[in-house]
Structure formats: structure tokens, C-alpha cells
């Protein structure tokens, strides 16, 4: 286990580098320039004050040693400043990755939780009404992107009940009630894609293991439907839930800053569209590496978790 | 020029349904949008409410309001070529020794009761007494003098430039309430560099030294209480303004709201009082009763530039301009995308004091819509079958590439195909102000601090990139002189020959302006739109109910 343990750790760390230069290199690539975006759409700008402020930036420096200054920063904890405001990166994430986070969380617990609830419902009740129900509503939960469902639940909510989430940010610690209300409908918005992911999944997999002899046997032993399928059939269909589990986790990091845009939330993910937009290099790479750290540690956990659910999979390492 | 709520300006009568029938070009993209079709499928309303007897209502001390802003003011230093949402906090905070009537961008005094002009380099100007910043300190010559000879060269963040700076030689404390400033050379920009209150607010002396994004002092109607980035500004009210009375309200928060649906829905919800929204998302709060939507022109002008330098194009021959020019049918641009909502357009807009050149001269002659005048030009330039080019502009707002797309069917019909390219505004900017990588751009310009200001693109002292290769000695001639005159009259009748020869040889095109719109709810008085942007407003409105 802990030989498992320790390869996984030393690729997710290969990974995360790997990832490092990646960001690096596209952000210098995109169209567009720190500069100019600072400059603003005024008068066309002098070339001597576009020298100037590459050189005050930084940005003349080779790409090599550009690198290699921001990587050092990273490992030491000096994250630079952001070109906009000359604020410390390191304090915006702290701002806003508590916001990030629990739109993420609870994303993911809703997801789950709703998702293998209603995966197991359909299994059970398989060609039922329940079952195609669920099975339509999933469909609807992949198809539909959650900023297009986030717009029509503030539609609905300002039109019919003249109600939308709290606009300002309330911490959870000092309004928890009122965090509630603000953050339920961005949740509810993030989880859906993956409430339906894992409940088609979790239904193919029940369906799977329901059939298999063994839950045959517990039932003619005199093991209850119910005890059955918590019991015995749950524990090893989710094996292969545990793992799609973490890559939502990826594709709703991805649809967060639209979701923190739409509903005003200043977090993580808003703060990366607005340094996109004005190509605030040292922001945008920070955030990133963050938020791709972050997947890669949810799935490592996984990974980790996978070996302690599954006796094959530690045998095997 | 009216841009106030009143009777006229109202909305009466029933909304009509919505045509899913017969879907228009504009009607598609707000459907897209989403947040504009479902108000007609829950049934039409009666009239939204009429604040026919809003100016006959007397305000009330008291209250707060919440308006809804579009972007992030980043940092609320008052220096460095703020953006536009950072100027938008910061007039709430600071004023300067002039300022602008918002309606008619009448000068008139602010800090500065008085000033004279004894020479065309010097100015005079004389404090306010009795005057205090946010934290008690009052405001002293010593002041102004710190904030105009910081304001050339800021210290970060923001730019250590300031593009709109008058030629500022020495700014001299003659009393403690007395400043006397002299110029390098003559400039009438001054006293409007001073009103615009971009770059100009007066700060406190050795503010700089402190953390000026935590830290705000000024002596305008609100204190700044607290600014969370991609969140909020609040404000409370300056219980000592020199303004006796003002402003009404105890507290003004700016809740950053980005996305336009989200703004919506707000302001449907009440959650916010106020908020700017396009002219197709007016149409559907029209029939809101609980909002009033108040519309005003403002200064901004849709323009074209064409690179003039470079390898050999069909942009350098001023027939091929012109041809473009009369090939687009402005009124159709107006009615397409503004609604209706907007005027033609000089280089100098209209609106902007009496200096823009007339509605009637601009329909008529100088943009008159003449297809076949257009398709003549191109003949007798070498082009009987058109040519192709590029266009380029900003992707957000949704009007620039809509604009641009009209004007690429316009310009289809005399058999110029252009190629609308919307680009990210970091990218487009990167084309326009740095690497000049353009053939033809489309974008907008906003207000300036004097009417030179809407000439520094055509300027040659500037050497801008891409009107290089244009050159005219009269036009040269006017704009020396113009810097140099400071009679009112003599320099009306230098911008107006000036903007007669852009819009006659248009090394840059302008197209349209626009209205603007802004629902505020109805519990919300005195508010405005304001011709110079932002809202000013604000700093004197009130609300029916001050204990909400």
C-alpha cells in the first residue's frame, strides 16, 4: 500500500510540472497582450512607453528564465503580484477560493449523493416508471449546459417568486442561513451534469452487479432485497462511480467561474475569466496550476480510496 | 438634449407578444440570450410605472441604494489611467476644482469657487473654503498642488502615465487657499481635464505614501466603508460634504454583476435598485411595473479606422473611404440594433456642448446612405467590383459585432465583402494600440475632456500608426490653432472646420451614437442618465422609502 501510495504521489508530482509548463506556454501564446490590455482602448499607445512597461513587467525577460522565477516563486510561497492592481496573488486566492470551494463541495456532495441515490432507484426498478423518468431526466442533466440552466433558475426565481440568491457574499460562519440561500441554486447549477453522469452510471453498474450469483446466494440465504443491495451489490458497483467521481470534479471546476460570473460570486474562477480577459500572466498561471492541483489531489485521493475499497487492487500494487 | 425621466420619456401602452413567427435578426439574439423570452410567455403586463411626478416630489434624507455595475473597478487609486469601472467608485470618493453640469458639460466651479486667467499659460484658482476630506484634514493649496504634479506621473498601481495631462509647468502655492498653475505652452484643455475627473481628482497631500487601494480619502458626497474585488464598493454618506444637504442617501453600494441575465433578473427581484442594461434588454423591463427605465443619450461614438500606412491597400485613396462612408445606411444600424435609440454621428459627438456638427448636415450631406454614389466612387477608384477586407472589433458588448455585421451587408450591396472578425478586447487591443496588425478596425470612443481630445487619432503630433499617410496641411493648421486659441468662438468655429475635413477625406469614419438605458425602481428619485457616463446622479437621488 504504501509502495501504491508513493508511485502515485511521485506521478501526480511529474503531473503537476508537466501542467506547470503547459500553462505557462499557452498563456504566453494566446492572441493579445499583457501590455495592450493595460493600456487600455485610449490612443494608440507610444511604442517607447510599450517598451517600458514590458520591461517593468518582466516580460522581455526569456521565457526559460520567466519560468523558472515564477516556478521558484510557487515552491517559496511568493506568488507576484497581479500586473491589474498590484495586489499579492497569494491574498486573491485566499479571497476567493473559500467561494470556489464550496461551490465545489457541495456540487459534489449533491452530486453524489443525489446522483447514486437516483442511479440505484433505477436500477432497482428497472423499465419502471421511476426508472424512465430518471433515465429522461438524466439525459436532460448531460445535455443541458449548466450556465444555460444557471440563467433560467435566476429567470424563474426573479419572474415567478420576484426572489434571487443574496448578491453580495455571505460567509457561511456569520449567515449561515443566508449562505444557504446563495449558494444553493449555484450548486444545484454545477451539480446537475454530474447528478446525471453518476446516475447512469451507478444504474449500469447496479444493473451489472444485481445480476451477479453471489447476491443470488445472499437472497436465498435469507438476506433482505433491501439489505442485498446496500449491502452487498452498492459497495461494488460504486467501484467504478468512485472513479467518475473524480472526473467531475474536473469538468465542474471547469463550469465554475462561468457560475461564479452569473451569480456575482467573486471567486476563484471569476477572478481567472477577468485575468484571462486582461491577460494578467501571473494570476492567470497560479489560479490554474491551483485549480489543476486541486483535481489531481481529489484524484489521487481516489486512487488511494480505489485501493482501499478493492482488496485486488492493493494485491495488485 | 433630455436625459432625465419624465412624461415623454415613460413607456405607455401594452407590450406587444412576442412574433414567434417572423424572428428578426435582433429578436434571434435575444432569444439566445435567454434572459429576455420568458417575460412574454408569462403574459404580457400592463404599462411599466409612469414617475410623471417624480420632479415635483420632494427628496428624503436617508436610505440606501444598490446598483448593479458591470465590471470590477480593480484598484480605487485615483491615479495611473484608471479604467472605466475604477473611475466609475472613484467619482463617488473625489472631485476636482471644476466640474462638468452633466447635463450640458457647462463648467462650473467645485473645489475652486473662482478662477481667473490673467495670461493664456496661467491660471488662478481659488479654494473653497471650509472644505474636508474623508478623514477631517482640510483642503489647502498644498493639496492641490501634490495631486497635480502627481497626477503626470502616478506611482503604481495603474499606469505611471497620464495621456490627457495639460501642459503643466509649475504649480505654485500662492496662499493657503490660492494656487496658482502655469502652463509650458498655451492649452485650453485644462479647465476640461479638470471637469472630466478621470485623472484629475484632488487627494490629500502625501497620499500616495499610504496603501491607496485601502485607503481613500476625499471630500466628494461619499466615504469610501469597504471594496471586496469581484464583489462589491460601498459607500456611505459624507456627513460633512460641502454641498450643504447632499447627498440624500446614508449608504451607496456598486455590486459587481458582470453577466447582463444576472443584472436582470436583480433588478426584477429588487435584489439590486439600478443598473445599465442594452436597449434590447429594456424592451423587456418596459412592462415591469415595479421599474422605471430612464434613457439618455451619451458620449460615445461608434467609429472605423482604416490603416492608412503600410503596403499599398485600397484604403489610401480617399475615394475608396468615402465610398464605404456612403455605402452604410446609418439609420438602418440605428433601428437595427439600437432600436431606434440613436443619432448619426461626428467625430465630435453629438451632444458634446454645441461643438458637433448638426443632425440635419450629417443626414444630408455628410453620411447621407447614397448606394450608387458609393458604387461610383468605387469605379473611378480602380474598384467597379469591389474589394475584399477584414474587419475587425471587439466581441463584447454584443453591439460591436452586431454593428459590424450590418455594416459588412451594407458594404456587401456595392460589392465590398468584409470579413467580420470579433476579437477578445485584450487581443484587439493588441492589434489596434500595439502591433498595428489591422486592415480595417470597428470600435467605440467615449467622452473627452476637451474637444481636441476627439481628434488625438487623426493628430499628427501623436504619429498614431494607423493613420500615417494621411496629412493635411489645413487640417494641421486647425488643430495648432485650435491648442493655441482660447476664445470659445474662434475655437468652435476651428473644431468645426476640422471635423468638415474628417468627415470629408475620414481617415477615421464615424458611424452612430446611442442612448443608454437604466430601469432603476421606482422607489428610486432623481436619477439620470448622464451624458458623460457613469452616474453622477447618484450623488444627488433618494429613495420614496429610507427605512428599506
Redesign the interface.
Known amino acids: 500500500m504504501i509502495r501504491f501510495a508513493t508511485q502515485r504521489i511521485a506521478s501526480v508530482v511529474a503531473t503537476l510540472f508537466g501542467m506547470a509548463v503547459a500553462i505557462f506556454l499557452l498563456v504566453r501564446l494566446?492572441?493579445?497582450?499583457?501590455?495592450?490590455?493595460?493600456?487600455?482602448?485610449?490612443?494608440?499607445?507610444d511604442p517607447a512607453?510599450?517598451a517600458r512597461?514590458t520591461h517593468a513587467l518582466g516580460l522581455d525577460k526569456p521565457w526559460p528564465v520567466q519560468f523558472g522565477e515564477w516556478i521558484g516563486g510557487l515552491l517559496t510561497g511568493h506568488l507576484g503580484k497581479s500586473y491589474?492592481?498590484?495586489?499579492s496573488i497569494g491574498l486573491?486566492v485566499v479571497?476567493?477560493l473559500p467561494i470556489t470551494l464550496e461551490i465545489a463541495i457541495g456540487a459534489t456532495v449533491v452530486g453524489t449523493v443525489f446522483g447514486v441515490t437516483l442511479g440505484v432507484v433505477a436500477a432497482v426498478w428497472q423499465n419502471g416508471f421511476w426508472d424512465g423518468v430518471i433515465r429522461i431526466a438524466g439525459m436532460a442533466g448531460l445535455a443541458l449546459p449548466s450556465f444555460?440552466i444557471a440563467?433560467?433558475m435566476?429567470?424563474?426565481?426573479?419572474?415567478?417568486?420576484?426572489?434571487?440568491p443574496?448578491?453580495?457574499?455571505v460567509s457561511p460562519f456569520k449567515d449561515p442561513l443566508g449562505n444557504l440561500a446563495q449558494f444553493a441554486l449555484p450548486v444545484l447549477a454545477v451539480s446537475l451534469h454530474s447528478i446525471a453522469s453518476l446516475m447512469r452510471l451507478t444504474r449500469t453498474s447496479m444493473l451489472e452487479v444485481l445480476h451477479d450469483d453471489y447476491l443470488r446466494t445472499a437472497r436465498s440465504k435469507g438476506c433482505s432485497k433491501r439489505r442485498s443491495v446496500v449491502r452487498h451489490a452498492l459497495r461494488n458497483a460504486l467501484l467504478p462511480v468512485i472513479t467518475v467521481i473524480g472526473y467531475n470534479v474536473g469538468h465542474l471546476l471547469g463550469g465554475v467561474p462561468l457560475i461564479e460570473?452569473?451569480?456575482?460570486?467573486?471567486g476563484v474562477g471569476?477572478?481567472l475569466i477577468?485575468a484571462i480577459?486582461?491577460?494578467d500572466y501571473g494570476v492567470i498561471q497560479t489560479m490554474t496550476v491551483l485549480l489543476a492541483a486541486v483535481f489531481i489531489a481529489v484524484n489521487l485521493l481516489i486512487d488511494l480510496m480505489y485501493g482501499v475499497l478493492d482488496p485486488r487492487v492493493r494485491e495488485a500494487a | 438634449m433630455r436625459n432625465e425621466a419624465g412624461p415623454s420619456d415613460s413607456v405607455t401602452g401594452e407590450v406587444a407578444p412576442p412574433e414567434w413567427g417572423r424572428i428578426d435578426r435582433r429578436r434571434f439574439l435575444s432569444l439566445s440570450a435567454g434572459a429576455v423570452a420568458l417575460p412574454g410567455l408569462l403574459g404580457s403586463r400592463a404599462a411599466g410605472s409612469v414617475d410623471a411626478l417624480a420632479h415635483l416630489a420632494k427628496p428624503k434624507r436617508g436610505g440606501s441604494v444598490t446598483w448593479g455595475t458591470t465590471a470590477d473597478p480593480v484598484h480605487l487609486s485615483p491615479y495611473g489611467e484608471p479604467l472605466g469601472a475604477t473611475v466609475e467608485s472613484l467619482q463617488m470618493i473625489y472631485e476636482s476644482l471644476v466640474a462638468w453640469d452633466p447635463r450640458t458639460l457647462k463648467i462650473g466651479p467645485s473645489l475652486a469657487t473662482k478662477w481667473e486667467i490673467p495670461d493664456n499659460t496661467t491660471y488662478v484658482f481659488h479654494l473653497r473654503p471650509g472644505v474636508k476630506f474623508h478623514s477631517g484634514k482640510p483642503l489647502t493649496a498644498d493639496d492641490v498642488k501634490y495631486s497635480l504634479e502627481t497626477q503626470k506621473s502616478p506611482p503604481p498601481p495603474g499606469l505611471p502615465t497620464n495621456s490627457a495631462y495639460p501642459h503643466i509647468a509649475s504649480v505654485e502655492v500662492v496662499d493657503p487657499m490660492t494656487v496658482k498653475v502655469t502652463q509650458t505652452q498655451p492649452d485650453p484643455t485644462l479647465l476640461g481635464y479638470l471637469a472630466w475627473r478621470n485623472s484629475s481628482f484632488i487627494i490629500p497631500q502625501n497620499m500616495y505614501a499610504s496603501d491607496t487601494q485601502t485607503h481613500a480619502d476625499g471630500t466628494g458626497p461619499f466615504k469610501l466603508l469597504e471594496y471586496v474585488p469581484n464583489d462589491h464598493v460601498t459607500f456611505t454618506r459624507n456627513t460633512h460634504y460641502w454641498k450643504s444637504g447632499l447627498p440624500y442617501l446614508d449608504k451607496l453600494t456598486f455590486k459587481i454583476l458582470p453577466d447582463e441575465p444576472t443584472r436582470l433578473t436583480a433588478i426584477r427581484a429588487g435584489a439590486i435598485d439600478g443598473t445599465t442594461v442594452s436597449t434590447d434588454s429594456a424592451k423587456t423591463l418596459e412592462s415591469v411595473r415595479s421599474l422605471n427605465v430612464l434613457k439618455g443619450p451619451v458620449a460615445n461614438c461608434i467609429v472605423m479606422y482604416f490603416k492608412l500606412n503600410g503596403p499599398p491597400k485600397p484604403w489610401h485613396d480617399p475615394r475608396v473611404r468615402q465610398a464605404v462612408n456612403f455605402a452604410i445606411d446609418r439609420q438602418a444600424i440605428i433601428d437595427n440594433v439600437f432600436g431606434g435609440q440613436g443619432h448619426f454621428s461626428s467625430i465630435v459627438p453629438d451632444g458634446y456642448g454645441d461643438w458637433s456638427i448638426p443632425q440635419h448636415t450629417l443626414r444630408t450631406k455628410y453620411e447621407k446612405h447614397d448606394k450608387a454614389h458609393a458604387k461610383a466612387l468605387l469605379k473611378q477608384a480602380g474598384y467597379p467590383d469591389g474589394f475584399d477586407f477584414t474587419l475587425i472589433v471587439i466581441a463584447t458588448p454584443v453591439m460591436y459585432p452586431q454593428i459590424a455585421q450590418v455594416v459588412a451587408a451594407h458594404l456587401g450591396e456595392v460589392g465590398i465583402k468584409a470579413k467580420v472578425q470579433p476579437l477578445q478586447s485584450a487581443t484587439f487591443e493588441e492589434h489596434t494600440q500595439v502591433s498595428g496588425d489591422i486592415d480595417c478596425a470597428l470600435t467605440g470612443k467615449g467622452i473627452r475632456d476637451d474637444v481636441s481630445g476627439f481628434f488625438v487619432d487623426v493628430n499628427r503630433s501623436k504619429q498614431p500608426w494607423f493613420v500615417g499617410g494621411w496629412s493635411n496641411d489645413k487640417f494641421n493648421n486647425l488643430m495648432d490653432t485650435g491648442l493655441e486659441e482660447t476664445s470659445a468662438a474662434k475655437r468652435k468655429a476651428v473644431y468645426t472646420s476640422a471635423q468638415e475635413i474628417v468627415l470629408t477625406e475620414l481617415p477615421i469614419m464615424p458611424l452612430v451614437g446611442y442612448n443608454e438605458f437604466q430601469p432603476v425602481v421606482n422607489r428610486l428619485k432623481g436619477m439620470y442618465v448622464a451624458y458623460p457616463g457613469y452616474e453622477p446622479g447618484l450623488t444627488q437621488a433618494w429613495v420614496t422609502t429610507p427605512g428599506s
Not at chain 1, 491589474?84 to 495586489?87: E, I, K, S, V
Not at chain 1, 460570473?261 to 467573486?266: A, D, K, N, Q, V
Open positions: 494566446l492572441p493579445g497582450n499583457a501590455v495592450a490590455a493595460m493600456l487600455g482602448p485610449g490612443e494608440p499607445a512607453e510599450v512597461l491589474l492592481n498590484d495586489q486573491i479571497r476567493g444555460w440563467t433560467l435566476l429567470l424563474l426565481t426573479s419572474t415567478a417568486f420576484h426572489w434571487v443574496p448578491v453580495s457574499y460570473t452569473i451569480f456575482g460570486l467573486p471569476y477572478t477577468q480577459n486582461s491577460r
